[in-house]
C-alpha cells in the first residue's frame, strides 16, 4: 500500500459519475484516490491546496488547468494539454501521461496510423493528445473536425477517404449512452476506428465498427494504461508494463455485465439467481422491473394493451438495466425481437443464449408461448439469438452446475 502522508489525490473533473479511475488507483495501492467534481470558478483554488498530493484532471479542465501551474512537461507544452498535476516541493508540475495510454490503446489494438489519413471528432484537450499521437505515428494527413470549425459535420463528405477515426467527444458516453457521432460505414475506406469512452464499455460507434468487422477499441485500455503512468508519477515509483493488462482484465470483468436471453421458459430467471447467489452480483430481471412499473404481471399487460405495448415497456426497462455495470441480466425470452435492445444489452454486456430442448420449456404463464407452437416459434427466434449472443450454454445439470459453467467461460472470455 502507497504512504500518502495525509495528502490529496483524485481525479478533477466536472461530471465523474461514469468514471473508474479510483478503483485503478486502488488496484495500484493508492486508497486515498478520489473523485472531485468541480465548476470551473472552482478549479484555481482546487489545484492550488497546499495540501495536494497529485491530481489527474479530465474534461472539461485538460487545458484551463495549465493556467494554474509552476512548470509544465516538454511532452505536456507540444501538446497543448495536462492531464496529471503533481506538487513537488510546494511546486506544481504538470504532464500528459494520455498520450502514453493513447498509444498503447492504439497499438493493442493493432490500428496502425502512420501513413494513415486520422480523422478526429472534437477540438477539445484530449484531441490536442490525439493529433500529437498521430503525428508522431507517421500519419499522412490529420483532419480535425468540430461543430464550428473549418472542418465539420456538414462538409464531412470531402473526408470520407478518412481510413481511422477517433473518437474524442462525449457523444455516447455515460449517462446518455445512445448517440454515436457518424456511422463508420460511412468511410470506404475505414480501417481503424477508436473511441476514447470507456464508459459504456462498447459505445454505438464501436459496436457499429464491430458489426463492420473494423478493427476497433473502446477508451478502457487508454484508461488504465494512462493511469499507471500517472501512478509512477505520483509516488516515483516504476510500475511493471504487465500490470496494465492485469488491472485491464480484472476491471473489465467487474464492470462488464452478464446478460442471459433465450426461450420463455428455458430457465433464466433461475439460472440469474443463482448466479447472483454464486458471485454476489445484484440481478437485473427486465421482466419484473416491467411488471414493477406497470403494477400487473406480464399476462395482464398482454391481455389489456396487447404485445407491442409491452415491448415499449421491456425496451425502456432494457435501456434501464444496461445502464448498470458488473450485474446479472435476465431478459424476456422475446427481447431479441427489438433490434432497438442490441447495442443497451452488448454495450456493458457479455451476452449468454440459454439452451433447452424446445420439449422441455415451461409455458404456464408465459402469453406467447402458452398455445403456441414452440418449434415454430424457436425456428424464429434462434438466428436472432444468436447475432445477440457471445456464447452459448446448455441447459443441463443443476442451477448451480449452470451458473458455475457460465462464470467459467466469462472469466476465460470477458477480456477487454
Known sequence: MINQNGKIYGLVGRKLGHSYSAKIHAMLGNSAYRLYELEPEELGGFVRRPDIGALNVTIPYKIEVMRYLDEISPEAESIGSVNTVVRRDNRLYGFNTDFFGFDYMARRAGIIMHGKKVLIFGSGGSSQTVRA??????????????????????????????????????????????????????????????????????????LRASQLGIPHTGGLPMLV?????????????????????????????SVENIVLVGMPGCGKTTTGC?????SGREVLDTDAMVEKAAEMSIPEIFARYGEAEFRAMEKKAVSEASMRSGAIIVTGGGVVKDEANYAPLKRNGRVYFLERPVEQL???????????????????????????????????????????KILEEFRENSRY
Do not use: W
Open 225 to 253: 494504461a494512462q493511469a499507471v503512468r500517472a501512478h509512477e508519477l505520483f509516488f516515483g515509483v516504476s510500475v511493471p508494463l504487465g500490470e496494465i493488462e492485469r488491472i485491464l482484465s480484472e476491471l473489465g470483468r
Open 362 to 404: 415451461a409455458r404456464k404463464g408465459r402469453p406467447l408461448s402458452e398455445n403456441a407452437d414452440l418449434f415454430a416459434l424457436y425456428a424464429e427466434r434462434l438466428p436472432l439469438y444468436l447475432k445477440f449472443a457471445d456464447a452459448r450454454v446448455n441447459i443441463s445439470g443443476t442451477p448451480d452446475e449452470v451458473a458455475a
Open 133 to 206: 499521437c498521430a503525428k508522431a505515428a507517421g500519419a499522412s494527413e490529420i483532419v480535425v473536425i468540430s461543430r464550428s470549425g473549418p472542418d465539420n459535420y456538414e462538409n464531412i463528405d470531402r473526408h470520407k477517404d478518412a481510413q481511422i477515426l477517433v473518437n474524442t467527444t462525449p457523444v455516447g458516453m455515460y449517462p446518455e449512452p445512445e448517440g454515436m457521432l457518424i456511422d463508420p460505414g460511412f468511410f470506404p475506406l475505414c480501417e481503424g476506428v477508436i473511441d476514447l469512452i470507456y464508459n459504456p464499455l462498447r459505445t454505438n460507434f464501436v
Open 274 to 278: 443463482t448466479l447472483g447467489k454464486i
